[in-house]
């Protein structure tokens, strides 16, 4: 049994905060961004938290399915800005939906958390203990962005998507691959909180995003077509019957050069991230969202999904739509 996708769903924040709107507050401009980055837009929270945005792109993906929340066996929620420690947002998510029978749980692998999850819960059907799934990558980074850093504040965005897997004979995913190099961890990071106490007679503080740009677009440029090719490789498919490669929306010009290094046109790279931004875990569903709402997806086509982020972290998948 695979994991097959049986609904989409996507929900994001009301607000919308333009490039023109960032230069308001920090010394940049549209074209400084968009030259760099491909991003125009990006929607930003005013109140609502990573749980409530994860819990209406869930409600979404249902519809889209026709699965009852209670009928679910599993929801696993991809996020590296949950609205609490604990207890997890995933556990927020079920009570919200009802979906009574579900085992819930977050993880974080940053921006490849959509893909883990979807690796995750393959293993669960591969295994025969789970039938049903719901996986989500969602994301407030408003609030863990230093919005007076200019090389970080101007990439990114909130929002969640939202996937429901069904276990199935046919068709669904065909293969994938994880990986992570903890060497590289300090490239992309957030603490959570400074530790504190009355032993050290200090309080513990939380922190901002810190990124180290260049690494980051080095370590993407080489992971995207490192993981497809080894997904070519390990299932014999051909880089032609591949329709299209959905890549985490970092930045645009990762997506370009990762094209270029598989030798592949850009046609093939389907992009949203001039109206989102990097939405970090949210990022692969709502393009998904979007690609199935302009009718590109068709029953049969085969996609590539690749995420990459901090860890560093990477994963990719190969399905049949």
Not at 12 to 40: C, F, H, M, Q
Not at 186 to 215: K, V
Not at 237 to 246: D, F, G, H
Not at 265 to 278: D, E, L, Q, V, W
Request: hydrophobic share 45%; aromatic share 8%; charged share 20%.
């Amino acid at each position: 049994m695979t994991a097959k996708i049986a609904g989409i769903g996507a929900y994001v924040p009301e607000r919308i905060v333009t490039n023109d709107d960032l230069a308001k507050i920090v010394e940049t401009s549209d074209e400084w961004i968009y030259s760099r980055t491909g991003i125009r837009e990006r929607h930003i929270s005013t109140g609502e938290g990573t749980k409530e945005l994860a819990t209406e792109a869930a409600r979404r993906a249902l519809l889209a399915s026709g699965v009852r929340p209670e009928d679910l066996d599993l929801i696993i929620l991809g996020t590296s800005s949950p609205d609490h420690n604990f207890p997890s947002d995933a556990c927020g998510v079920q009570a919200a939906l009802g979906a009574v029978n579900a085992v819930a749980f977050d993880i974080s692998a940053a921006c490849a958390g959509f893909i883990f999850a979807m690796n995750i819960v393959q293993g669960f059907f591969m295994a025969g203990v789970y039938k049903t799934a719901l996986i989500i990558g969602a994301e407030t980074l408003s609030k863990v962005t230093d919005w007076g850093d200019r090389s970080t504040c101007v990439l990114f965005g909130d929002g969640a998507g939202a996937a429901v897997l069904k276990s199935s004979e046919d068709g669904g995913i065909l293969d994938m691959v994880m990986g992570a190099d903890g060497t590289k961890g300090s490239a992309l990071s957030c603490t959570s909180r400074t530790l504190g106490n009355f032993l050290l007679g200090t309080a513990p503080q939380t922190g901002f995003m810190a990124m180290d740009g260049q690494e980051v677009f080095r370590f993407a440029v080489r992971k995207i077509p490192e993981s497809v090719e080894l997904l070519l490789k390990k299932t014999g498919i051909s880089r032609q019957e591949i329709k299209y490669y959905v890549l985490h929306q970092a930045n645009e010009r990762i997506i370009e050069a990762a094209a270029k290094r598989l030798g592949e046109p850009m046609k093939k790279f389907p992009t949203s991230i001039a109206r989102y931004g990097n939405t970090s875990s949210a990022s692969i569903p709502l393009l998904l969202n979007e690609m199935q709402g302009r009718g590109m997806l068709e029953k049969g086509d085969t996609l590539i999904l690749s995420g990459f982020g901090a860890g560093m972290t990477w994963g990719a998948v190969l399905l049949e739509w």
